[in-house]
Structure formats: C-alpha cells, structure tokens
C-alpha cells in the first residue's frame, strides 16, 4: 500500500487520475473538501500531496484507518529518535510532547465511542 501512494504522490499523471476516481466517490462537504485540498495540493511538493492522499485514503478506507493512528505515533516517535541522534533535545521534547497529546487526544475519541455505544 505505501508503494501505491507514494507513486500517486510523486507522479502527476497517476495523482490526477485517483483524484477522479476519489472525487466520483465523494459528495456534499466531502466532495467540496477535497476539491479545495485538491486545488492547494496539485502543483505542491510532494509531501503537501502525499500527506492529502493519505487523508483522503484514511477518509476512505476502514482498513487503513484503523492503523492510521498507529502509524502515526510511531512517525512521531521516530521523529524524537532522529532529533536526539543529531543533539537536539529542545525539538526532541517538543515532538515527545507531541506524542504525549496525540495518545491524550485518542483517548478522548475513544472514551466518545465507548459512550455511544
């Protein structure tokens, strides 16, 4: 899977074609949303665009988001390795803090869930 988004990220050609094919799938605010991210992402860097394909494939994908957050806190965990390994521990701390708020934050959609159930 990260293959295939990254050759859509990084290829205009591919990147225009999923986004047709994600916009037949949208509508109403959604289909809205993306079309502005669309606007902001198409002639971007391939970061902008890479993380606007993940949002969308997130967005749509149960699988994926189920592991999303996951990802995320192991990115962000990764982030606070690679700060200390180059002596930066203020930035270190900084993305630690990150990590600490992220796992708050779920929390706080998870104990939502478990109350709507």
Not at 25 to 35: A, C, H, K
Not at 56 to 75: C, D, F, R
Request: proline content about 2%; some cysteine; charged content about 25%.
């Amino acid at each position: 899977m990260t293959e295939i988004l990254y050759r859509i990220a990084s290829n205009d050609e591919r990147f225009n074609s999923w986004a047709k094919k994600k916009k037949k799938n949208l509508e109403g605010r959604f289909l809205d949303m993306f079309n502005v991210g669309y606007n902001e992402s198409v002639s971007a860097e391939y970061y902008t665009r890479a993380t606007f394909v993940c949002f969308w494939e997130i967005h749509t994908n149960g699988s994926l988001a189920k592991v999303a957050p996951s990802i995320t806190q192991a990115s962000l965990m990764h982030l606070v390795q690679r700060l200390l390994e180059r002596d930066r521990p203020e930035e270190a701390q900084l993305a630690h803090n990150m990590t600490i708020n992220f796992v708050r934050l779920l929390s706080v959609l998870d104990g939502e869930k478990n109350e709507e159930e």
